[in-house]
Protein backbone atom coordinates (compact mmCIF):
# COMPACT_ATOMS: atom_id res chain seq x y z
CA UNK A 1 0.00 0.00 0.00
CA UNK A 2 2.57 2.29 0.87
CA UNK A 3 4.64 1.95 -2.57
CA UNK A 4 1.08 2.36 -4.00
CA UNK A 5 0.87 5.90 -2.14
CA UNK A 6 4.76 7.23 -2.86
CA UNK A 7 4.21 6.18 -6.63
CA UNK A 8 0.44 8.12 -6.92
CA UNK A 9 2.84 11.21 -5.30
CA UNK A 10 5.30 10.79 -7.42
CA UNK A 11 2.75 10.64 -10.80
CA UNK A 12 1.07 13.79 -9.32
CA UNK A 13 4.38 15.61 -9.07
CA UNK A 14 5.23 14.56 -12.66
CA UNK A 15 1.62 15.86 -13.65
CA UNK A 16 2.09 19.21 -11.75
CA UNK A 17 5.19 19.80 -14.01
CA UNK A 18 3.64 18.79 -16.93
CA UNK A 19 0.87 20.91 -16.61
CA UNK A 20 1.67 23.88 -15.21
CA UNK A 21 5.39 23.70 -16.88
CA UNK A 22 4.64 27.52 -18.59
CA UNK A 23 4.01 28.94 -15.60
CA UNK A 24 6.88 27.37 -13.76
CA UNK A 25 10.49 28.32 -13.52
CA UNK A 26 12.24 25.93 -15.77
CA UNK A 27 14.65 24.13 -12.63
CA UNK A 28 11.47 23.83 -10.87
CA UNK A 29 10.16 22.40 -13.87
CA UNK A 30 12.85 19.94 -14.87
CA UNK A 31 12.97 18.65 -10.73
CA UNK A 32 9.24 17.57 -11.13
CA UNK A 33 9.57 15.88 -14.24
CA UNK A 34 12.82 14.20 -12.96
CA UNK A 35 10.80 13.04 -9.64
CA UNK A 36 8.22 11.55 -11.91
CA UNK A 37 10.39 9.26 -14.09
CA UNK A 38 10.35 7.04 -10.98
CA UNK A 39 7.00 6.68 -11.05
CA UNK A 40 6.07 4.24 -13.87
CA UNK A 41 8.67 1.80 -13.15
CA UNK A 42 6.51 1.05 -9.60
CA UNK A 43 3.67 0.87 -11.57
CA UNK A 44 5.15 -1.75 -14.01
CA UNK A 45 6.14 -3.68 -10.90
CA UNK A 46 2.57 -3.77 -10.01
CA UNK A 47 1.21 -5.17 -13.31
CA UNK A 48 3.66 -7.63 -13.73
CA UNK A 49 2.69 -8.50 -9.51
CA UNK A 50 -0.67 -8.49 -10.58
CA UNK A 51 -0.18 -10.94 -13.42
CA UNK A 52 1.30 -13.34 -11.02
CA UNK A 53 -1.13 -12.96 -8.25
CA UNK A 54 -4.23 -12.95 -9.83
CA UNK A 55 -6.74 -15.77 -9.78
CA UNK A 56 -8.26 -15.13 -13.16
CA UNK A 57 -6.31 -13.55 -16.06
CA UNK A 58 -9.22 -12.97 -17.88
CA UNK A 59 -11.35 -10.62 -15.64
CA UNK A 60 -8.07 -8.75 -14.78
CA UNK A 61 -7.61 -7.90 -18.22
CA UNK A 62 -11.05 -7.05 -18.79
CA UNK A 63 -10.60 -4.72 -15.57
CA UNK A 64 -7.71 -3.31 -16.78
CA UNK A 65 -9.50 -2.50 -20.37
CA UNK A 66 -12.68 -0.94 -18.87
CA UNK A 67 -10.74 1.46 -16.29
CA UNK A 68 -8.01 2.19 -19.61
CA UNK A 69 -11.36 3.64 -21.64
CA UNK A 70 -12.88 5.18 -19.29
CA UNK A 71 -9.94 6.81 -18.30
CA UNK A 72 -9.46 7.77 -21.94
CA UNK A 73 -12.76 9.72 -22.23
CA UNK A 74 -12.06 11.34 -18.81
CA UNK A 75 -8.24 12.20 -19.65
CA UNK A 76 -9.08 13.34 -23.63
CA UNK A 77 -12.39 16.23 -22.23
CA UNK A 78 -10.27 17.53 -19.46
CA UNK A 79 -7.26 18.21 -22.57
CA UNK A 80 -9.79 19.91 -24.12
CA UNK A 81 -11.20 22.00 -21.19
CA UNK A 82 -7.61 22.93 -20.26
CA UNK A 83 -6.85 23.30 -24.07
CA UNK A 84 -4.39 20.82 -24.00
CA UNK A 85 -3.38 18.31 -27.17
CA UNK A 86 -4.22 14.68 -26.57
CA UNK A 87 -1.68 12.59 -28.85
CA UNK A 88 -2.30 9.10 -27.81
CA UNK A 89 -3.85 6.93 -25.47
CA UNK A 90 -3.17 6.90 -21.52
CA UNK A 91 -0.99 4.80 -20.01
CA UNK A 92 -3.41 1.57 -18.81
CA UNK A 93 -3.63 0.84 -22.37
CA UNK A 94 -0.03 0.12 -22.33
CA UNK A 95 -0.40 -1.80 -18.76
CA UNK A 96 -3.52 -3.77 -20.61
CA UNK A 97 -1.09 -5.01 -23.91
CA UNK A 98 1.91 -5.73 -21.15
CA UNK A 99 -0.91 -8.22 -19.97
CA UNK A 100 -0.99 -9.73 -23.61
CA UNK A 101 3.28 -9.59 -24.19
CA UNK A 102 3.41 -11.65 -21.08
CA UNK A 103 0.67 -14.10 -21.92
CA UNK A 104 2.12 -14.76 -24.95
CA UNK A 105 5.81 -14.96 -23.52
CA UNK A 106 4.43 -17.83 -21.10
CA UNK A 107 2.72 -19.48 -24.15
CA UNK A 108 6.01 -19.52 -25.89
CA UNK A 109 8.18 -20.81 -23.15
CA UNK A 110 6.00 -23.20 -21.17
CA UNK A 111 3.67 -24.90 -23.82
CA UNK A 112 5.83 -27.35 -24.63
CA UNK A 113 6.84 -28.26 -21.47
CA UNK A 114 5.39 -31.44 -21.18
CA UNK A 115 6.72 -33.52 -17.51
CA UNK A 116 5.61 -37.14 -16.50
CA UNK A 117 5.96 -37.61 -12.79
CA UNK A 118 6.12 -40.82 -11.37
CA UNK A 119 4.00 -41.38 -8.10
CA UNK A 120 4.65 -44.14 -5.91
CA UNK A 121 2.74 -45.38 -2.94
CA UNK A 122 4.95 -45.76 0.49
CA UNK A 123 4.98 -47.58 3.51
CA UNK A 124 4.70 -46.31 7.42
CA UNK A 125 8.72 -46.39 7.09
CA UNK A 126 8.66 -43.81 3.97
CA UNK A 127 9.83 -46.34 1.88
CA UNK A 128 7.81 -48.04 -1.92
CA UNK A 129 6.12 -51.48 -1.02
CA UNK A 130 7.10 -52.54 -4.53
CA UNK A 131 9.15 -51.58 -7.29
CA UNK A 132 5.86 -51.89 -9.89
CA UNK A 133 2.97 -50.12 -7.71
CA UNK A 134 3.73 -46.52 -8.90
CA UNK A 135 1.52 -44.46 -11.53
CA UNK A 136 2.93 -42.26 -14.18
CA UNK A 137 1.09 -39.01 -14.53
CA UNK A 138 1.83 -35.89 -17.63
CA UNK A 139 1.38 -32.58 -16.07
CA UNK A 140 2.32 -29.60 -17.74
CA UNK A 141 4.52 -26.31 -15.68
CA UNK A 142 2.31 -23.06 -15.87
CA UNK A 143 -0.47 -24.67 -16.05
CA UNK A 144 -0.15 -25.17 -19.82
CA UNK A 145 -0.68 -28.04 -21.90
CA UNK A 146 -0.54 -27.61 -25.96
CA UNK A 147 0.84 -28.84 -28.57
CA UNK A 148 4.16 -27.78 -28.97
CA UNK A 149 4.35 -25.80 -32.36
CA UNK A 150 0.85 -24.34 -31.78
CA UNK A 151 2.00 -22.94 -28.29
CA UNK A 152 4.87 -21.33 -29.47
CA UNK A 153 2.70 -19.64 -32.71
CA UNK A 154 0.43 -18.50 -30.68
CA UNK A 155 2.47 -17.15 -28.23
CA UNK A 156 4.68 -15.52 -30.59
CA UNK A 157 1.42 -13.79 -32.43
CA UNK A 158 0.19 -13.00 -28.74
CA UNK A 159 3.81 -10.76 -28.37
CA UNK A 160 3.54 -9.30 -31.71
CA UNK A 161 0.19 -7.97 -31.36
CA UNK A 162 0.70 -6.67 -27.93
CA UNK A 163 3.75 -4.61 -29.56
CA UNK A 164 1.88 -3.55 -32.68
CA UNK A 165 -1.33 -1.95 -30.33
CA UNK A 166 0.59 0.34 -28.21
CA UNK A 167 2.66 1.75 -31.29
CA UNK A 168 -0.53 2.04 -33.42
CA UNK A 169 -2.88 3.51 -30.58
CA UNK A 170 0.94 5.55 -29.52
CA UNK A 171 -0.12 4.62 -25.55
CA UNK A 172 2.23 6.13 -22.96
CA UNK A 173 5.61 4.81 -23.00
CA UNK A 174 4.63 1.96 -25.85
CA UNK A 175 6.75 -0.60 -26.25
CA UNK A 176 9.14 0.75 -23.68
CA UNK A 177 6.51 0.42 -21.37
CA UNK A 178 5.88 -3.03 -21.95
CA UNK A 179 9.55 -3.99 -21.48
CA UNK A 180 10.05 -2.39 -18.13
CA UNK A 181 6.89 -4.45 -17.25
CA UNK A 182 8.00 -7.70 -18.70
CA UNK A 183 11.28 -7.08 -16.70
CA UNK A 184 9.45 -7.16 -13.52
CA UNK A 185 7.86 -10.39 -14.24
CA UNK A 186 11.12 -12.35 -15.49
CA UNK A 187 12.80 -10.71 -12.36
CA UNK A 188 9.75 -12.36 -10.09
CA UNK A 189 9.81 -15.16 -11.97
CA UNK A 190 12.78 -16.14 -11.61
CA UNK A 191 12.89 -14.77 -7.75
CA UNK A 192 9.39 -16.60 -7.12
CA UNK A 193 10.72 -18.55 -4.16
CA UNK A 194 13.47 -16.80 -2.75
CA UNK A 195 12.59 -13.47 -0.57
CA UNK A 196 16.01 -12.39 -0.40
CA UNK A 197 15.76 -8.39 -1.67
CA UNK A 198 18.84 -7.43 -2.35
CA UNK A 199 19.22 -10.39 -5.85
CA UNK A 200 16.53 -9.29 -7.01
CA UNK A 201 16.83 -5.81 -6.92
CA UNK A 202 20.47 -6.31 -8.44
CA UNK A 203 18.82 -8.15 -11.24
CA UNK A 204 16.04 -5.70 -11.99
CA UNK A 205 18.85 -2.81 -11.71
CA UNK A 206 20.84 -5.23 -14.81
CA UNK A 207 17.66 -5.37 -17.07
CA UNK A 208 16.19 -2.10 -16.46
CA UNK A 209 19.75 -0.22 -17.00
CA UNK A 210 19.72 -2.88 -20.76
CA UNK A 211 16.42 -1.88 -21.24
CA UNK A 212 16.84 1.71 -21.53
CA UNK A 213 20.45 2.05 -22.83
CA UNK A 214 19.21 -0.07 -25.88
CA UNK A 215 16.52 2.27 -25.63
CA UNK A 216 18.60 5.06 -25.83
CA UNK A 217 20.60 3.99 -28.93
CA UNK A 218 18.26 3.03 -30.86
CA UNK A 219 16.42 6.52 -30.67
CA UNK A 220 18.78 8.73 -31.12
CA UNK A 221 21.30 6.65 -33.17
CA UNK A 222 19.46 4.57 -34.94
CA UNK A 223 15.93 5.96 -35.70
CA UNK A 224 17.35 9.08 -35.17
CA UNK A 225 13.78 10.12 -33.23
CA UNK A 226 15.47 11.56 -30.01
CA UNK A 227 12.43 13.30 -29.52
CA UNK A 228 11.14 10.21 -28.39
CA UNK A 229 13.40 9.13 -25.36
CA UNK A 230 14.63 11.99 -22.86
CA UNK A 231 17.89 11.71 -21.46
CA UNK A 232 15.63 11.95 -18.06
CA UNK A 233 14.07 8.67 -18.86
CA UNK A 234 17.80 7.45 -17.26
CA UNK A 235 16.72 8.51 -13.82
CA UNK A 236 14.39 5.80 -13.86
CA UNK A 237 16.51 3.08 -13.39
CA UNK A 238 16.79 4.49 -9.30
CA UNK A 239 13.12 3.22 -8.96
CA UNK A 240 14.08 0.13 -8.03
CA UNK A 241 15.51 1.14 -4.76
CA UNK A 242 12.08 2.32 -4.25
CA UNK A 243 10.54 -0.57 -4.89
CA UNK A 244 13.12 -3.26 -3.00
CA UNK A 245 13.63 -1.04 -0.16
CA UNK A 246 12.61 -3.49 3.27
CA UNK A 247 9.24 -2.37 3.94
CA UNK A 248 7.63 -1.35 0.51
CA UNK A 249 8.90 -3.51 -1.33
CA UNK A 250 8.42 -6.62 1.07
CA UNK A 251 5.10 -5.88 1.88
CA UNK A 252 4.33 -5.83 -2.29
CA UNK A 253 5.79 -9.01 -2.29
CA UNK A 254 4.47 -11.40 0.47
CA UNK A 255 2.27 -9.56 1.70
CA UNK A 256 -1.83 -10.12 1.41
CA UNK A 257 -3.74 -9.01 -1.52
CA UNK A 258 -5.23 -6.12 -0.80
CA UNK A 259 -8.99 -5.76 -0.78
CA UNK A 260 -11.07 -4.67 -3.75
CA UNK A 261 -11.51 -1.13 -3.31
CA UNK A 262 -7.70 -0.59 -2.32
CA UNK A 263 -7.24 -1.74 -5.77
CA UNK A 264 -9.77 0.42 -7.90
CA UNK A 265 -8.62 3.58 -5.72
CA UNK A 266 -5.59 3.66 -8.02
CA UNK A 267 -7.69 3.51 -11.29
CA UNK A 268 -10.01 6.20 -10.01
CA UNK A 269 -6.70 8.20 -9.07
CA UNK A 270 -5.35 8.28 -12.30
CA UNK A 271 -7.88 10.30 -14.15
CA UNK A 272 -9.25 12.18 -11.21
CA UNK A 273 -6.10 13.79 -11.11
CA UNK A 274 -5.56 14.84 -14.31
CA UNK A 275 -9.23 15.94 -14.49
CA UNK A 276 -9.00 18.79 -11.63
CA UNK A 277 -5.24 19.63 -12.87
CA UNK A 278 -6.68 20.71 -16.19
CA UNK A 279 -10.02 21.89 -14.16
CA UNK A 280 -7.37 24.39 -12.66
CA UNK A 281 -5.30 25.20 -15.60
CA UNK A 282 -8.85 26.21 -17.35
CA UNK A 283 -9.28 28.56 -14.10
CA UNK A 284 -6.22 30.25 -14.64
CA UNK A 285 -6.07 30.84 -17.89
Wanted: proline share 4%; glycine share 6%; hydrophobic share 45%.
Amino acid sequence: MLLKIIAAILMLIDHIGYYFGSWLPSDLYFTLRALGRLSFPIFAFYIALGYRRTSHLGRYFMRLICFALVSEVIIRKSHELAGYLTKGTNVLFTFVASLGFISGWVLLTNSWRDRVARLELLTDCGGNTDNHSYFQVKFTPGDISLPPLLGMVLGTCAMIISLFAVTYLKSDYEIYGILTVFVFHLVQTKHQNETNLTKMLNNSLVYLITLNVLTLIGYHLLLKQPQEYNYVQLLSIMSVFVIYSPHPGRLALYGKRPSAWKQYLWYVFYPSHIFLLCLIVYLIR
